[in-house]
Nanobody
């Protein structure tokens, strides 16, 4: 059974930082791409960042220079370091692994709220 558990969200002031974690079990983690998505109320889901199994990274323009995606294959964990947070970063952040053979897996999400 594949499980993804996100953590690290919370309430932070504008300009602050948070580090999201995604612990994955049930798959050969090192061979999967990891993607963080976010969804704000009333908005569609937005891809934030991807790190491939070969450590190539991709970011949406709005977070370039502020967010860093990484992975620790020894700990089956993906990370999203978020610096200089802005109110528009407020959303539920979801970790995905895959796709593999058309299948992706997603965690339950972690809430990030940026507000003064």
């Amino acid at each position: 059974q594949v499980q993804l558990v996100e953590s690290g969200g919370g309430l932070v002031q504008p300009g602050g930082s948070l580090r999201l974690s995604c612990v994955v079990s049930g798959i050969r983690f090192s061979t999967y791409d990891i993607t963080w998505y976010r969804q704000a109320p009333g908005n569609q889901s937005e891809l934030v960042a991807t790190i491939t199994s070969g450590d190539m990274t991709i970011y949406v323009d709005s977070v370039k220079g502020r967010f860093t995606i990484s992975r620790d294959n020894a700990k089956n964990t993906g990370f999203l370091q978020m610096n200089n947070l802005k109110p528009e970063d407020t959303a539920v952040y979801y970790c995905y692994v895959g796709p593999r053979n058309g299948v992706s897996y997603r965690g339950k999400g972690t809430q990030v709220t940026v507000s003064s």
